[in-house]
């Protein structure tokens, strides 16, 4: 065996052991060693829906796994590319022989039991989100149906689904449960025409009682046949009272490539997003995390990660998972200073962004006066810039409440800041201008673009 199969071995197998079987099946497993260098490990992906899902999901999970096993910092890239052979024992490690296929609806259903309501951390972002799921679960088929689910990557969208597989499957045990993501229903149906089982697979989706689909993001770029087959399978499943729940990283209203009739299905039950947790939420998923670990984490350390991880709850749970590593391979506790010098490609440090400096970045981009911006002056200009300076106050800065911003803004009242920020929110999907504004200041504000606003 050479070094690089070994090594592999070796990272297939922590990976295995560490990861659920939901997160395992859902892409881990597809994974094969393309090439390996000092610094750097290229792995392999079967096609473009596993790059994109293996690189929002799981990337810091096998980067943690990877620098352990090969015993120093590794960056680790992703590339789509056919496996030669399969890896060493990997038939041995998985669950069926890499040769076999059988349809995911043969399978146990694919839930993690770790995903519960239970472990599920509620907050102001996620609240209406958590609430639906719960009631979907407790009378499946009545509350919300469809119940659509959506938000960007790494929210705790999969989490709910797997939570409502894994409370009916408790609860009501003569009822069907699967979950199944978007790319999985896709193969399955490609393999059904190719094998001429279509009946057959109508037969397993629409048996079920309670159908969970994950990412039908990624049902835009397929092609007609695919559409009018998920379009039947959803209205069977519908006309039959069965409960389904979809997600996606977007509204159903911005998903251009799905057709507008399967568009007009899920918009007429509840679409509900889930934002960005806000700093007391991320704490509180921190010290469950944890708790549920069994590492102890002192406050400072919490709120340090928190104020680093923003958007992002897999990384804020995969921090806790790298601190007890790399705690435990140095035989201490977990301290701030342990913290800040491992954790140190950890999400974006937003602890020096204060409202002058968005202030002062706003007015730099519109060529205005920062003492203007913050004035009553009811000029068009300074109008927009000013609204734009609150907006981006309240999204990006988590401690300023709109009293608070206010007071920064000559003492206005709040309400003023509410509608200010509200008609930003309103306009951004309607106005391209006023989206790439926005976007172009926060990469400035987060350091992503060179503007050095204090050496001006």
């Keep these: 065996m050479s070094d690089s199969d070994d090594l592999w071995l070796r990272l297939s197998t922590s990976l295995k052991g560490q990861a659920s079987e939901a997160v395992w099946s859902a892409g881990l497993n597809k994974l094969h060693l393309v090439d390996f260098t000092d610094d750097e490990l290229v792995l392999g992906v079967p096609n473009q829906i596993q790059l994109q899902r293996v690189t929002q999901r799981y990337l810091p999970f096998i980067t943690e796994h990877a620098r352990a096993v090969v015993g120093h910092d590794v960056r680790v890239s992703l590339t789509v590319a056919d496996a030669v052979t399969a890896p060493p024992d990997a038939a041995a490690s998985r669950d069926e022989p890499a040769a076999s296929y059988a349809p995911s609806v043969d399978r ?33 088929g009545r509350a919300y149906n469809p119940l659509m689910i959506y938000g960007s990557s790494g929210l705790g969208k999969t989490h709910l689904l797997h939570a409502i597989g894994n409370y009916v499957h408790e609860n009501y045990p003569d009822r069907r449960v699967l979950y199944v993501s978007t790319e999985t229903f896709l193969n399955d149906f ?13 037969e397993r989706y629409r048996e079920n009682d309670v159908v969970l689909i994950d ?16 379009f039947h399978t959803y209205n069977a ?16 209203r911005d998903l251009a490539g799905i057709q507008e009739r399967f568009r007009s299905r899920l918009l007429q039950g509840l679409v509900t997003e889930i934002d960005r947790p806000d700093l007391e939420t991320r704490i509180a998923i921190l010290h469950a995390k944890s708790e549920a670990e069994g590492v102890i984490l002192p406050a400072d350390v919490a709120e340090w990660i928190a104020h680093r991880v923003r ?27 342990l913290a800040k010098a491992h954790l140190t490609n950890l999400g974006h440090d937003q602890t020096a962004l204060r409202p002058e400096t968005v202030i002062a970045v706003v007015s730099e981009y519109f060529g205005l006066a920062a003492a203007e911006v913050r004035g009553s002056k009811r000029l068009r200009p300074l109008v927009h810039a000013r609204h734009i300076a609150m907006y981006l106050i309240r999204e990006l800065l988590d401690n300023y409440s709109y009293p608070m911003i206010a007071k920064i803004f000559d003492g206005r009242n709040h309400t003023t800041v509410i509608s200010a920020v509200e008609k930003i929110k309103e306009q951004l999907p309607l106005n391209s201008e006023l989206l790439g504004q926005i976007n172009q200041l926060t990469k400035r504000l987060q350091g992503d673009l060179t503007s050095d606003v204090s050496a001006r």
């Design 237 to 252: 499943l519908h006309g039959e009272g069965k409960q389904i729940v979809l997600t996606s990283d977007r509204s159903p």
């Design 311 to 337: 958007d992002n709850i897999r990384e804020l749970e995969g921090s806790v998972t790298m601190l007890r590593a790399f705690a435990n391979l140095r035989q201490e506790p977990i301290t701030l200073e």
């Design 215 to 230: 990412d039908i993001q990624f049902m835009e770029a397929r092609g007609e046949t695919f559409h009018e087959e998920i």
């Design 190 to 202: 490609i393999r059904a025409i190719q094998t001429r089982t279509q009946l057959a697979l109508h």
């Design 108 to 140: 146990p259903t694919r839930l993690d039991p770790r995903m519960t309501f239970d472990s599920f951390v509620p907050g102001p972002s996620n609240r209406l989100a958590f609430a639906a799921a719960q009631s979907v679960a407790e009378t499946p």
